[in-house]
Structure formats: C-alpha cells, structure tokens
T-cell receptor, first 113, second 112 residues
Framework: DAGVIQSPRHEVTEMGQEVTLRCKPISGHNSLFWYRQTMMRGLELLIYFNNNVPIDDSGMPEDRFSAKMPNASFSTLKIQPSEPRDSAVYFC???????????FGQGTRLTVV | KQEVTQIPAALSVPEGENLVLNCSFT??????LQWFRQDPGKGLTSLLLIQSSQREQTSGRLNASLDKSSGRSTLYIAASQPGDSATYLC???????????FGQGTELSVKP
C-alpha cells in the first residue's frame, strides 16, 4: 500500500482565498484524522471520522474550517476564507479503527500571505 | 483535560550511547500510548504502541515502557546511531477512542 496520500504537499495562498486539502487513507482503514502542527501549539487534532462519519470535531478552530469524507477513500479539509494564522502543516492520518496504530501522511504545508 | 509533557525538549548525544526519552501525562485513564518519530519536513512514523494493560513493548533497539498509574512512559534507545536523529513524539489515546493527544516532542541529535 502507498500509505496515506495527501495533496498538495505545499500550498501558498493569499488571505481570503479558499483552500482545500485532500487525503486518501490507507485502503481498509475505517478511521481518518486531520491534525494541524505549528511551532507554538504542536500537533492538534482537528477532526476525526469513523466509517466516514465525523465523530469528534471539537478541535476545528472555527466555522471557517470544514471537513468532509464522502467515501471511505477520500477526505477533504477546507478553509474559507483563509487567514495568515492558518499557516501550518496539516496532517491526515488513518487507522484500522480509532485506537489502533495511526499512519500519517507526509503533510501539506500551508502558507497564507 | 489530558496534557502530555516530554522531557527533555532537546538532547544531543555521541554515537553509541544508550538514552532515555521521557513522557508524562496527567490523566491515567488512557486506552493506549504511542511513540512516533518525525524527520524534518516529513510525516510521523509510528514506532511503538503500548496498550494500557501492557507494561512495555520492544522493537529492535527501541523499548518503550508504560506506568499508567503514575502517568509515565519512557522510550529507551540502545546503541544510538546518527540515523536515529529526529524528533520523537509521545501521544496518548484517551478513553473516548481515536483522539491522540501529543506531547511537544524531544529533538534528538546523535553525533558521529
């Protein structure tokens, strides 16, 4: 398996623009997680899905952030409108079930100018 | 609220040394604990997962221990090598399932 695949790897956008990050989990995994990593706050869970259903979105910072998982092999994280403070590395991870070993993608480095 | 702390924040050792990285957590009601490795500009790689009922896990030169009652875990690296240089992160999975709470990591540098 190719592992968790995220795209794009890097994204530079202007403040106010919409940004969409994409994730393809490992085939057969039924849990998917979105994390954000910054120097100040470290790694934080934004949202996680189990069997395509959002289970915990308490980490989503505000209404500008939304996440979807239309099927077992694809998820998106959207920021609209983007702000400079959203600049971070966004990771997607998947696991066989919620508490099993987590496999992370390479991340998307987002810069909002 | 669960909080995870890792000490030290950075560590530099000569090649060949055995070393210990520390992780502590405030709420002992965890499901499991995972140790990850992160190389610069890369994603996280899971090294070891310890279930709450287990005391330790081993993989090659790595050994992780868990003392749930005292809220502590250690990652022992034997005979360190320059290729071990990376940031090591500890994360606990709370009893709600799925939600990993991470420490800030220990940045390890192994000098040849």
């Amino acid at each position: 398996d190719a592992g968790v695949i995220q795209s794009p790897r890097h994204e530079v956008t202007e403040m106010g623009q919409e940004v969409t990050l994409r994730c393809k989990p490992i085939s057969g995994h039924n849990s998917l997680f979105w994390y954000r990593q910054t120097m100040m706050r470290g790694l934080e869970l934004l949202i996680y899905f189990n069997n395509n259903v959002p289970i915990d979105d308490s980490g989503m910072p505000e209404d500008r952030f939304s996440a979807k998982m239309p099927n077992a092999s694809f998820s998106t994280l959207k920021i609209q409108p983007s702000e400079p403070r959203d600049s971070a590395v966004y990771f997607c991870a998947s696991s066989l079930e919620g508490t099993a070993k987590a496999f992370f993608g390479q991340g998307t480095r987002l810069t909002v100018v | 609220k669960q909080e995870v702390t890792q000490i030290p924040a950075a560590l530099s050792v000569p090649e060949g040394e055995n070393l210990v990285l520390n992780c502590s957590f405030t709420d002992s009601a965890i499901y499991n604990l995972q140790w990850f490795r992160q190389d610069p500009g890369k994603g996280l790689t899971s090294l070891l997962l310890i279930q709450s009922s287990q005391r330790e896990q081993t993989s090659g030169r790595l050994n992780a221990s868990l003392d749930k009652s005292s809220g502590r875990s250690t990652l022992y690296i034997a005979a360190s090598q320059p290729g071990d240089s990376a940031t090591y992160l500890c994360a606990v999975n709370d009893n709600q399932g799925g939600k990993l709470i991470f420490g800030q990591g220990t940045e390890l540098s192994v000098k040849p």
